[in-house]
């Protein structure tokens, strides 16, 4: 219990402080890192993770660097997600969601605004973020969105990244 007490009030103080992380290695940054030990965190519910989820959501290009350390994080976020493609209402299966498979999520969902990605793919995240990391929140967004919507005119259907 005490965990769930110091991750509660760690989340309330930083929920809008991650939106403009600071440097490395400073006490905001690493209790934004603690909200992604949460994401993974087994001893507290699948509510609370999802709490994580929803604060790292409201962050900024400045978290990016944080979630693209955690692309390979094998941890057990949910164990038991309900998946949905997006192409019919009987689709829906559930899996396993790994932290690195909620932090690439996020990451789409930064970028996005939360808009979804139908064409919108990001290959190689260290690469993209060195190639963008210097453009604004708002020329990333704009960019990524006019991408997902020419790709998603023209492109044929193709399942997006699973939404949880």
């Known amino acids: 219990m005490?965990?769930?007490?110091?991750?509660?009030?760690?989340?309330?103080?930083?929920f809008v402080s991650c939106a403009q992380l600071p440097p490395r290695g400073t006490s905001l940054s690493q209790a934004c890192d603690n909200l992604l030990v949460a994401l993974g965190d087994q001893?507290?519910?699948?509510?609370?993770?999802?709490?994580?989820?929803?604060?790292?959501?409201?962050?900024?290009?400045?978290l990016f660097p944080v979630l693209?350390?955690?692309?390979?994080?094998r941890r057990v976020h949910d164990p038991a997600a309900l998946l949905d493609d997006g192409s019919s209402a009987d689709d829906s299966t559930t899996q396993v969601v790994t932290v690195g498979?909620?932090?690439?999520?996020?990451?789409?969902?930064?970028i996005l605004r939360g808009e979804g990605w139908r064409g919108f793919r990001v290959a190689d995240w260290p690469a993209w973020w060195a190639a963008h990391k210097d453009k604004s929140m708002e020329d990333?967004?704009?960019?990524?969105?006019?991408?997902?919507?020419?790709?998603s005119k023209n492109d044929s259907p193709e399942k997006s990244p699973a939404s949880y």
């Open 2 to 14: 005490k965990l769930l007490g110091t991750i509660t009030l760690v989340a309330v103080g930083v």
């Open 43 to 62: 001893r507290i519910s699948v509510g609370e993770r999802s709490m994580a989820w929803w604060m790292l959501s409201h962050g900024n290009k400045n």
């Open 68 to 73: 693209i350390e955690h692309l390979d994080d």
């Open 101 to 110: 498979m909620a932090c690439e999520h996020l990451l789409y969902h930064i």
């Open 140 to 151: 990333i967004c704009g960019e990524a969105r006019a991408e997902n919507e020419k790709r």
